[in-house]
Nanobody, 124 residues
């Protein structure tokens, strides 16, 4: 069964950090580009970051540049999103997604597999 499972979300205060994990079962991630998306209540799902297969290229939306880092550990079949200096506007449900195209992808329709999401809440 092909599945993506996110973990690592939670409630933190502004300025704190979280590391999200996206682990695949039923297939290996190393030939897939991976994206992290987020969706706040009442808003559309948007890309946060993407990493190509082979870790050659990465993409970050402007609002997270310098604060978030995407990486992959193919031995663990896992992709991470390290989120530092979190802000209240980062509050959302975070999803990981996989596409069999090798390069980064920024549009939701480009992705083939999706996880169920993990909630990130940044509040004082």
């Amino acid at each position: 069964q092909v599945q993506l499972v996110e973990s690592g979300g939670g409630l933190v205060q502004p300025g704190e950090s979280l590391r999200l994990s996206c682990t695949a079962t039923g297939f290996t991630l190393d030939t897939y580009a991976i994206g992290w998306f987020r969706q706040a209540p009442g808003k559309e799902r948007k890309v946060v970051s993407s990493i190509s297969s082979g870790e050659i290229r990465t993409y970050y939306t402007d609002s997270v540049k310098g604060r978030f880092t995407i990486s992959r550990d193919n031995a663990k079949n896992t992709v991470y999103l390290q989120m530092n200096n979190l802000k209240p506007e980062d509050t959302a449900l975070y999803y990981c997604a996989a596409t069999d195209q090798w390069t980064i992808a920024t549009l939701a329709h480009e992705y083939d597999y999706w996880g169920q999401g993990t909630q990130v809440t940044v509040s004082s």
